[in-house]
């Protein structure tokens, strides 16, 4: 029996040879736009580059610009600061150097004073008093009284002191001294006894309520008339080493 040789022809549709055109043409579109995808990355890459990696340069140059200028104002910062310093640490040893001269000079007139370097010859004298609180005791306060004399030069002068507080009670005008200031009675007063100068050292305690305005300070000395020195107590309370006072 003999074989059958298949057929040498082949026998299409329509339908298929339009299936068959149709997908010869997808395939060329594809092939077109994968060239033209192409062609667009590879202009962009060309055309744009430069621009781009330019844009990278300026933007690192700006930020180590940026960076530069931050330092710079921090440095400005620390500068102020320092100088800051500086003035507060120059204003404070200028008013302590104004201080310690303001105190050579009253030093320098208390001792001028004292031997006679004004061409005068003072008897008993009370040159100064301050006074300053008590800590931990209301209405408690110490007092220093500083006597001087350059009549008798080099004679022991003896004596005592007696001190008052004068001020305001209430709506009235008051004077306080002796038991008044807690002081004993009868209190013979503070004893004194020096050649040229010498400070006297006291406390006492005002009533609750007291108004303070002067100290009253009354110096006798064995043989002479007794010395009386008012002080503001304003005066009194700024703890000058020497205050002036009123005969």
């Known amino acids: 029996m003999t074989s059958r040789h298949p057929p040498r022809f082949v026998v299409r549709t329509l339908a298929d040879a339009t299936r068959e055109a149709r997908k010869r043409w997808l395939l060329l579109g594809a092939w077109s736009a994968s060239l033209i995808i192409v062609g667009l990355i590879v202009?962009?890459?060309?055309?744009?580059?430069?621009?781009?990696v330019a844009n990278r340069g300026d933007a690192r140059a700006l930020g180590a610009e940026n960076e530069e200028l931050r330092q710079q104002v921090a440095n400005l910062q620390r500068a102020g600061q320092v100088a800051g310093i500086a003035a507060k640490e120059l204003t404070r040893n200028l008013a302590e150097r104004d201080e310690e001269i303001s105190g050579l000079r009253t030093d320098l007139a208390f001792y001028s004073r004292l031997v006679g370097g004004n061409g005068q010859r003072d008897g008993l004298k009370v040159q100064g008093?301050?006074?300053?609180?008590?800590?931990?005791?209301?209405?408690?306060?110490?007092?220093?009284?500083?006597?001087?004399?350059?009549a008798r030069r080099g004679e022991v002068l003896k004596g005592s002191l007696t001190l008052a507080v004068e001020g305001i009670q209430g709506s009235k005008v008051a004077t306080l001294e002796?038991?008044?200031?807690?002081?004993?009675?009868?209190?013979?007063?503070?004893?004194?006894?020096f050649k040229y100068f010498q400070q006297i050292q006291g406390s006492f305690t005002l009533p609750a309520g007291f108004k303070p305005t002067r100290l009253r300070i009354v110096a006798s000395a064995d043989g002479d008339e007794p010395v009386t020195s008012t002080i503001p107590w304003a005066d009194a309370t700024r703890n000058d080493e020497v205050n002036d006072v009123q005969q």
């Open 178 to 193: 002796g038991p008044a200031l807690g002081q004993a009675a009868p209190s013979p007063g503070l004893p004194f006894s």
């Open 129 to 150: 008093a301050r006074t300053e609180p008590v800590k931990g005791s209301p209405n408690a306060w110490n007092v220093v009284i500083t006597l001087t004399q350059n």
């Open 43 to 52: 202009w962009m890459l060309v055309g744009h580059g430069p621009a781009a």
